[in-house]
């Protein structure tokens, strides 16, 4: 039988693979109509169902990987650094600022930003240090610090600083799109928006979910419909901002995207406020040492 990149022609070639492919996808489709009906034949009897092996899937076992009801998990956020916003004890405010001398495009993702963030504002940071400012908005009574960063005329980091004891945390920033840039998107109101925080699932991953958590206000009003999403998968941070809408029936619900979007990848954490001299690092993102399998997740 003759080999497909053995035919010299280009045309019969690219003929060949598409008939391939086309053969390949009906077979597929076949064999799915076929267990379809051998489940509704056989009924309880049938066979359980496929699941597809995917690297979440199949994830390595880890022990610090903990249970949504861990009591000793729960205790400690109870009294962590974020226990006050939870608990509704603590309005967050963030000030939101730069690196020196921004590119005008970082200012669209600004204020993309201060729409999805509720009481947030907009410092420039023109020639102050990162110390001076997180002095200064700790005395105006911040209790977030955002610090962008960009490269190539987009944002490609993000410092955030929990003020004034910390921690501080720096994340890589890719895939933006502007509220604009997306077709068709909706209006935010003025509601404070219901918070998903999604699969972070070890200790590390509740530590991080709760700090980006901490950035709301936890009193979602609902007839605003507005739903800020943080979904962490193999370590990366897809964030997105949707309103959603029920059916005539309210069996159902269709969403409707605002904007920003954007994924975070976490490079490191620092348990006080952003101090680079004597600060202590919790933890730093290695990749030699820790991406030697596919399958193994620190969040």
């Not at 066979?47 to 994830?59: E, G």
């Not at 980091?157 to 994340?171: D, E, R, S, W």
């Not at 999604?198 to 009003?221: A, D, I, K, Y």
């Not at 605002?258 to 006080?272: E, L, Q, V, Y």
């Amino acid at each position: 039988m003759v080999h497909v990149n053995d035919i010299r022609n280009k045309a019969k070639r690219a003929q060949i693979r598409q008939k391939l492919k086309v053969d390949k996808e009906k077979a597929k489709q076949e064999r799915k109509l076929k267990r379809k009906r051998e489940a509704q034949e056989l009924g309880e009897d049938a066979p359980p169902k496929q699941v597809p092996k995917t690297q979440d899937s199949t994830r390595e076992a880890d022990n610090t990987v903990v249970a949504p009801d861990d009591e000793e998990v729960l205790a400690d956020e109870e009294q962590d650094e974020f226990s006050e916003y939870f608990a509704n004890l603590k309005k967050p405010k963030i000030m939101i600022t730069t690196r020196p001398r921004p590119s005008s495009s970082l200012f669209k993702f600004i204020s993309d930003l201060m729409l999805m963030f509720p009481n947030s504002f907009f410092y420039p940071r023109r020639t102050f240090g990162l110390s001076d400012i997180k002095k200064w908005a700790h005395n105006k009574k911040f209790t977030h610090l955002l610090v962008l960063g960009e490269k190539a005329n987009a944002c490609n980091q993000m410092l955030v600083a929990h003020l004034p004891i910390g921690p501080t945390m720096l994340f890589k920033i890719s895939n933006v799109t502007h509220a604009k840039d997306i077709r068709g998107h909706a209006n935010k109101s003025d509601h404070l928006p219901e918070i998903i925080l999604n699969r972070f699932q070890t200790r590390l991953g509740h530590r991080v979910g709760r700090f980006l958590g901490s950035m709301f206000q936890h009193e979602p009003e609902f007839r605003g419909r507005n739903v800020v999403t943080f979904h962490n998968q193999r370590d990366f941070i897809f964030v997105r901002h949707h309103r959603y809408q029920f059916s005539e029936t309210g069996e159902k619900a269709k969403l409707h995207e605002i904007g920003p979007r954007f994924t975070m990848k976490m490079r490191w954490i620092m348990a006080d406020a952003f101090d680079t001299e004597h600060g202590e690092y919790e933890w730093v993102h290695k990749r030699k040492q820790e991406e030697t399998s596919r399958r193994k997740f620190a969040l």
